[in-house]
C-alpha cells in the first residue's frame, strides 16, 4: 500500500493532483472471472470494462508520486504494476506506456532521495521532480 491508492472515482473524475507525475488516458482494461463479469442490465450482463465510458480526445488523469511510495518504506520507490491501485484501476495503469512514465519518474526521484544528506523517498521535492520531468519532455499540467 502506497502513501495514495488510486482509485476508479479518480479515474472517472479525470483527477489531477499536486504531486502528479505523469497524465494516463489509458481506458480500464481488466479481466475478469465469470462471477465477476459485471452487473446485470436489462437482462444484459455487462463486464467491467464496458461499465466505464472511456475517455475522450485529450481527457487523462494524474497519477501522484504518492502512488509510488510505499507506506514505512524510506528507501523503496515501486512503479509498474506494483504501485498504489484499486483493483480497477490498475487495469489503467498497468500498460507498457504508462508503466514506462512512471519508471522515469521513480529513477529521477530516486536520484533526488539519494542527494539528500538522509535519503528519503518521501521527501522527495516533487515540484522539483515534476519540473525536471517536464525538462525532458514529460506532459504535465
Known amino acids: 500500500m502506497g502513501d495514495y491508492c488510486l482509485t476508479v472515482e479518480d479515474y472517472l473524475a479525470r483527477k489531477s493532483f499536486p504531486d502528479e507525475v505523469?497524465?494516463?488516458n489509458y481506458f480500464i482494461d481488466i479481466h475478469t472471472t465469470p462471477e465477476e463479469a459485471g452487473q446485470v442490465r436489462s437482462g444484459e450482463t455487462l463486464f467491467v470494462e464496458?461499465?466505464?465510458e472511456r475517455y475522450k480526445d485529450g481527457e487523462?488523469?494524474?497519477v501522484p508520486y504518492r502512488c509510488l511510495t510505499p507506506k514505512g518504506l524510506k528507501n523503496v520507490l515501486v512503479a509498474g504494476r506494483s504501485i498504489s491501485t484499486d483493483r480497477i484501476?490498475?487495469?489503467s495503469t498497468r500498460v507498457m506506456p504508462s508503466c514506462l512514465c512512471m519508471g522515469e519518474a521513480a529513477g529521477m526521484a530516486?536520484?533526488?532521495?539519494?542527494d539528500m544528506a538522509e535519503a528519503d523517498v518521501?521527501?522527495?521535492d516533487t515540484d522539483r521532480l515534476r519540473?525536471?520531468?517536464?525538462?525532458?519532455g514529460a506532459?504535465?499540467?
Do not use: C, I, M, W
Request: net charge positive.
Open 22 to 24: 505523469y497524465r494516463n
Open 139 to 141: 506532459y504535465l499540467p
Open 60 to 62: 487523462s488523469h494524474g
Open 131 to 136: 519540473d525536471r520531468l517536464r525538462e525532458e
Open 122 to 124: 518521501h521527501r522527495v
Open 89 to 91: 484501476t490498475q487495469g
Open 110 to 114: 530516486a536520484k533526488f532521495a539519494v
Open 50 to 52: 464496458e461499465r466505464f
